[in-house]
């Protein structure tokens, strides 16, 4: 079959010729339409990412039919039309993930491939509504988006709910997710067309995060926060705790400007914040935020195709940081 292998770091994604995997009892083989891209893959490629093993077939989200079962596994599954869950042995408390939890993709092979061998409990119906373009879309950034925004941060209807960093993959489901909830979202981006974007898709507001006042704007603008969820950390953070109500909630879930240099941690304890991390999700809330996308019929913004042989070329897209939604490998 053919797949995207990454056998050495730095080196540029191309299509191999491999062997399509052989799958144990509890196992399925699905035969992958479409792929989707997560910033993960540019750590993985740059070497900036965790227990990554090499040769690796990289790739979290993938859409497709299930074309073999394994002996343990129901028969009724062959010629589904699926999704994967990524959140590999997540385990059994509900808070945490266990210690061998583990995204599909690294440091077992992933979707970018014609075919991937996954544990039958991770196979879910593609939602009718969705094209399997549309719903490689959302596995990993949709089940982040949904643990951070409505579990971690609990966005409730009627709340402002600030989202940071909107161009990203997750940060628009999580503009998606707390719009069908029916809260006041207000977003901020680098980029003035994707906040134009952005209301377009029902946020009410949003500033861009290179003006030198944009926390200001954004309070004027609001009036404050009840739920932040950010991705970015590093000097925004003390931003968004003075953005935050009083018994406001901050969930982050990624830390794209690094660590953090400034802050006056007296407003977090005088506020009675709370500072909630949040990492991907537990079965439960993947198999909740699928019936929420179907209940609220949420179509995934895909931010542009491309095909299989073109792997190098997306994730060059993704790494640059222009793409507004998500980019999608076609692989059928
Ligand atoms: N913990 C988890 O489970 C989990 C899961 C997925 C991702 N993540 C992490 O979350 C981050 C985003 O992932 P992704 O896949 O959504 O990546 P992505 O699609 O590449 O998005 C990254 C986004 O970061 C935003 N950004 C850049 N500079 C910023 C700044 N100064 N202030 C605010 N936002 C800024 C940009 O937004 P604009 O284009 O709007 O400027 C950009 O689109 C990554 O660090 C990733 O590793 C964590």
Redesign the pocket.
Known sequence: MQAIVLEELNQKLAVKQVEIPAIADNEVLVNIKYAAL???D??IQKGQYGGIVLPIILGADGSGIVTKVGANVSADWIGKEVVINPSMNWGNNPRVQAKDYVILGTPHDGTFAEYVKVAAKLLHLKPSHLSFEQAAAFP??GL?SFRATMKRAAAKAGENVLI????????LFCVQFAVAAGCNVYV????DE?IAKAIALGAKGGVN?KNQNWDKELKAMSGGFEAIVD??G?D?FAKLVDLAKPAGRIAM?????GVFNSGVPAKIFWKQLDILG???GNDEEFAEMLAFINENKIVPVVDEVFELAHAQTAIEK?SS?K?FGKIVLRID
Do not use: E
């Open positions: 997560n910033h993960r540019v750590w990993l950034a982040t940071t960093g909107i161009g990203g993959g997750v940060a901020t981006s680098g980029d994707k995060y991705s970015s590093g925004t879930y990624g830390a794209t400007l949040s990492t991907m993704m940081g793409q």
